[in-house]
C-alpha cells in the first residue's frame, strides 16, 4: 500500500519498474502460457479424435447398454440405456458410501473413545487395531477381504448360520429382510407425521433452552418422540406393515431375506474399517484437545459427569472433529472407487465398463471426474454450513 | 516447596501398585465393575477372533509359493543378470541411512541393533546363494562404516548428508533405468521389465521426488498474491483434491496419449508416475500451506527490513521454517502416497499388489491368496510403520510445536 502510493507522486519510473505493471504483465504471461499450453493440449486431442473418426458430445449415452450389472437398486437390465447404467453405478456408491460412512463412524468413535479409556486391555487392542489398519494400503484389505475370506466362505449347502439368522456362504452373505404388507403405506406415512412431530419437539425445547438458560435434552427428546411415534404405529396398526423374510438354504441356492453379494460385503466392510481407523484417531485428538481445566471448571460449578460430557467436552471437542472428519467421509466415498478391482459395480466400474462399450472415453472420464468432484463439492459445503453451526456455540 | 511436595506425593501410586502384579491388574484392568465387565468383552472378543487365525497359521497354512515366487515378488522381472544394480541402490541406502544415523541420532541402540540384525540374520539362512548373501552383508559393512565417519566428524558431514538424500533419489531412478541403449555395459532395462517391490519403491520414489517441489509450488502460488496464480493454483488443487487416483491413473493411462501428438507415446510406466505425481503435489500443497500460514507476518516484516528481496525472503527465511513445521505432515502425505501405489495395478503395471494377483493365477498356486497376502500385508506395513515411527522421532528430534 506505501509503496503504491509514494509510486503514484513519483511518475517518473519508467513502465518497466513501475510494480503494479509488472504484476499485470506477469499474469498475463502467465495465463498466456497457461492458455497456450491448454490449447495445443486440445489441439491435439481433436486431431487424435478425428484421425480416429471420434466425436464429442453425450448423445450416446441414450444408446442401449448391452451388458449386466449384477446389483442395482433400480430397475435394470441389458436393454436399457447408458445413462440408466450410470445411474445404476451413481446409486451403488451412494449406497456403499451412505452405510460405509455410517460404520465407520460407529466404529471410530468406539476405538477413538477405546484408545484413551483408563482399561490397559481395551487401549491396547485399540491402538493395534488403528496402527495395523493405517498401515497397509485399502486396496491390499479389499482384495483380501473378498479373495481370502468373503469368497472362501463355505458353499451353499454348508452355509454357516450365525446368531440372527445370518447365512453365510461363499455366494453371499443373506441377512433377514421385511417385506411390506399392505399396511406398509400407511405406516410410512406415520412416520413422517413422527418425523415432523420430533423436530417440532427438538424445536419448541431449544426455544425453552434459548430463553430460559437451561440445557434441555434436545436430540434425546425429539429421538424419543419418533421412536414412540413409530412404537405405538407399528402395535395399533391391525397387521403389522412388516413381516419379517428370514432366508434359507434351498437345494443348491439361497431363498428369501436380503442376499448381499460376496464383492458388496467385502467393499463394505473394507471401506468401513480401514477409514474407522483414521475416524478414530481424529475422535481422539478431539477429546484430547479440550483441556483438563475445562473439566475442572465443568467440576466446580457443580456438573454431574454426564452433564460435563454433553454440556463442556462434547461441543468442543466437535469442532476439532468436524473439518477432519469431513475430509475422512469424502476420502471413504473416493476410495469407493476401488471396487473396480473386487466388481462390485460403483459409479467407476460402471463408467469403466460404458467406456468399453461405446468407445467415448474422454465424455466418460471428464462425466466421472465430475460426478467425484460434485459430490466433494457438495459433501464439503454441507460439512462447512454444519460446522460453522458448531462453531457458533462459542461465546 | 511444599507444593512440589504434594505433587510429588500424588505421582506416587500406593506401594501395592507399584510392586504387585495384582496391584497393577486391578488398577488398570478391574478398577470399576464396568471396567472388569470391558475387560471380559474385549478379552472374550480378541480370543474369538485371534484363535481361527493363530490355528490357520500353526496348522495349514503353507508358504511353499511364496518361496518360489520371492524373486517374481521383489523385482518383478528385472534381469538377473542386472540384479546388482537393485543391489548397488539398497547398499547406497544403508550408507546414507549409516550416514545420517551417525550424525543426528543418539541412543537407540536396540533399534539400530534390529535393523542390523534383519540383513545379518536373512544371510545365515540356508537357502540363499553365496553372492545374495555376500551382498546382505555388505548391506551391514557400509551402513557401519558411514556410521563410524558420521560420528567421527559429524559437524563437517552434515550438509554431505543431506545433499545425498536428495541426489539418492535421482540416482536409484538412474541406476535402475541404466544408461546405455545397446547391449553390453549398463543396458537400459525396459520398464516393462519392472516389477514388485521394486515397482512400488520407484513409484513411491519418484513420486516424492518430483511432487514435492511441485506441491511447494502449488503451496507458494496459492498464497500468492497476484489473483490469476492463486486462482489457478487454487482450482488445481481443489480439482485433484475432489477426484480419486483411479480416475486420474486411468486419465493418465488411456487418455494421456490423446493429449499428445500422434507419434508420441510414453511407457506405461511413465504415465503412472506422472499420473501419482500430479495427485501428490495437490495433497502435499495443502500439507506446506499449513506450515506457510503458521509463520508470523512478523518474520516477512523482518526480512523486508534487512532488505532482502521476495525470493531471497522465502527460500531463507519463511520456507525453512515451514517445511519444518510440517514434516509430519509431509511424512503422512509420503506413506499415503506408498500405499496409493497400489492403485497402479487398476491401469495393469506389475507392482507388488498386481504382481502378487499373477502369481496366484499360476494353476499350482490357485488357493493361496491367504497367505500371500499376508506377506504383501505384512511388507507394506513393515515399511509405513517404520516411516511412521520415522516422522515421530523426527518431529520429537526438530522441536516441532515447540517455540
Known amino acids: 500500500m506505501e509503496k503504491s502510493r509514494s509510486l503514484r507522486v513519483q511518475s517518473s519510473i519508467p513502465l518497466w519498474r513501475d510494480e503494479r505493471f509488472l504484476r499485470i504483465l506477469g499474469q498475463a504471461v502467465f495465463l498466456a502460457i497457461l492458455a497456450a499450453i491448454l490449447g495445443y493440449l486440445t489441439r491435439n486431442m481433436l486431431t487424435n479424435m478425428r484421425q480416429q473418426g471420434l466425436g464429442l458430445g453425450f448423445d450416446f449415452m441414450r444408446l442401449t447398454a448391452g451388458f449386466d450389472i449384477g446389483e442395482h437398486l433400480i430397475p435394470y437390465d441389458r436393454s436399457s440405456s447408458f445413462l440408466r447404467a450410470y445411474q445404476v453405478g451413481l446409486l451403488n456408491t451412494a449406497l456403499v458410501g451412505g452405510l460405509g460412512i455410517a460404520f465407520a463412524t460407529i466404529l471410530g468413535v468406539i476405538f477413538g473413545v477405546a484408545q484413551i479409556s483408563s482399561n490397559f486391555l481395551v487401549q491396547q487392542l485399540a491402538r493395534a487395531y488403528i496402527e495395523f489398519l493405517r498401515n497397509i494400503p485399502l486396496l491390499v484389505l479389499l482384495i483380501f477381504l473378498y479373495t481370502a475370506v468373503f469368497i472362501k466362505l463355505p458353499r451353499v449347502k454348508e452355509a454357516v448360520m450365525l446368531p440372527g439368522s445370518v447365512l453365510l456362504t461363499n455366494r453371499g452373505v443373506a441377512i433377514p429382510w421385511g417385506i411390506p404388507t399392505e399396511t406398509f403405506s400407511l405406516y410410512v406415512r406415520i412416520l413422517i407425521l413422527g418425523v415432523f412431530l420430533a423436530i417440532a419437539v427438538g424445536g419448541l425445547l431449544a426455544w425453552y433452552g434459548r430463553r430460559t438458560g437451561r440445557a434441555p435434552l434436545t436430540l434425546l427428546w425429539s429421538v424419543l418422540t419418533l421412536v414412540g411415534i413409530a412404537v405405538v404405529g407399528w402395535v395399533a396398526l391391525p397387521d403389522s406393515p412388516l413381516t419379517l423374510d428370514p432366508p434359507a438354504v434351498q437345494g443348491l441356492r439361497l431363498a428369501g431375506g436380503r442376499q448381499l453379494s460376496p464383492e458388496f460385503m467385502a467393499l463394505l466392510l473394507g471401506l468401513s474399517i480401514y477409514t474407522s481407523a483414521f475416524i478414530a484417531d481424529v475422535v481422539r485428538a478431539g477429546i484430547q484437545s479440550v483441556s483438563q481445566g475445562q473439566v475442572e471448571a465443568a467440576k466446580s460449578l457443580g456438573l454431574t459427569t454426564i452433564q460435563t460430557l454433553r454440556m463442556v467436552i462434547f461441543p468442543q471437542a466437535l469442532r476439532v472433529i468436524v473439518p477432519p472428519l469431513t475430509s475422512q467421509y469424502l476420502n471413504l466415498v473416493k476410495n469407493s472407487s476401488l471396487a473396480v478391482l473386487i466388481g462390485y459395480p460403483e459409479l467407476f466400474h460402471v463408467s469403466g465398463t460404458i467406456l468399453n462399450q461405446s468407445g467415448r472415453a474422454v465424455e466418460m472420464i471428464a462425466l466421472v471426474m465430475a460426478t467425484y468432484l460434485a459430490i466433494s463439492l457438495l459433501t464439503s459445503a454441507l460439512m462447512n454450513w454444519y460446522n460453522r453451526r458448531v462453531r457458533l456455540v462459542e461465546r | ?403
Open chain 2, 1 to 403: 516447596m511444599t507444593k512440589e511436595l504434594a505433587a510429588r506425593a500424588q505421582a506416587l501410586p500406593p506401594p501395592t501398585e507399584r510392586y504387585t502384579l495384582l496391584g497393577w491388574v486391578h488398577k488398570n484392568l478391574f478398577s470399576t465393575w464396568y471396567n472388569a465387565l470391558l475387560t471380559v468383552l474385549a478379552f472374550g472378543l480378541s480370543y474369538a477372533l485371534l484363535k481361527p487365525i493363530i490355528a490357520w497359521l500353526i496348522g495349514q497354512s503353507q508358504w511353499e509359493v511364496l518361496k518360489v515366487n520371492f524373486r517374481l515378488l521383489m523385482v518383478g522381472q528385472y534381469p538377473m543378470a542386472q540384479m546388482w544394480r537393485v543391489w548397488v541402490c539398497l547398499h547406497l541406502l544403508a550408507a546414507i541411512v549409516g550416514l545420517t544415523w551417525g550424525i543426528w541420532v543418539h541412543g537407540r541402540r536396540l533399534l539400530a541393533a534390529v535393523l542390523l540384525l534383519v540383513p545379518l540374520s536373512l544371510a545365515l539362512l540356508p537357502t540363499i546363494s553365496s553372492p545374495t548373501r555376500l551382498f546382505l552383508l555388505g548391506l551391514d559393512v557400509f551402513a557401519l562404516i558411514a556410521f563410524g565417519l558420521g560420528r567421527l566428524r559429524s559437524l563437517a558431514l552434515r550438509r554431505l548428508a543431506i545433499w545425498s538424500w536428495v541426489v539418492y533419489f535421482f540416482l536409484v531412478i538412474l541406476i535402475i533405468t541404466g544408461l546405455n541403449p545397446a547391449e553390453g555395459w549398463f543396458p537400459i532395462v525396459p520398464t516393462t521389465l519392472w516389477g514388485g517391490l521394486l515397482l512400488t519403491s520407484l513409484l513411491t520414489v519418484v513420486g516424492i521426488a518430483f511432487s514435492f517441489p511441485l506441491g511447494v509450488l502449488l503451496a507458494l502460488g496459492r498464497r500468492s498474491r497476484l489473483p490469476a496464480i492463486r486462482w489457478v493454483s487454487v482450482g488445481y488443487i481443489e480439482v485433484i483434491r475432489g477426484v480419486p487416483l483411479v480416475t486420474i491413473l486411468f486419465m493418465a493411462s488411456t487418455m494421456l496419449p490423446l493429449f499428445l501428438p500422434s507419434g508420441m507415446r510414453p511407457q506405461l510406466v511413465v504415465r503412472a508416475m506422472v499420473g501419482i505425481t500430479l495427485f501428490s503435489a495437490a495433497y502435499l500443497a495443502e500439507g506446506v500451506r499449513g506450515g506457510l500460514q503458521a509463520i508470523p507476518h512478523g518474520q516477512y516484516e523482518a526480512a523486508g527490513a534487512l532488505g532482502l528481496s521476495g525470493f531471497h525472503t522465502m527460500a531463507l527465511i519463511i520456507l525453512p521454517q515451514a517445511l519444518r513445521i510440517v514434516i509430519p505432515v509431509l511424512m503422512g502425505q509420503f506413506i499415503a502416497l506408498f500405499k496409493d501405489t497400489t492403485l497402479v495395478a487398476t491401469i495393469g503395471l506389475l507392482e507388488l499388489l498386481a504382481i502378487s494377483r499373477s502369481v496366484l493365477a499360476q494353476p499350482q498356486f490357485v488357493g493361496f491368496q491367504r497367505e500371500v497376502y499376508l506377506f504383501i500385508t505384512l511388507i507394506f506395513w513393515v515399511f509405513c510403520y517404520f516411516m511412521s515411527y520415522i516422522s515421530q522421532r523426527l518431529e520429537i528430534a526438530l522441536g516441532v510445536g515447540e517455540r
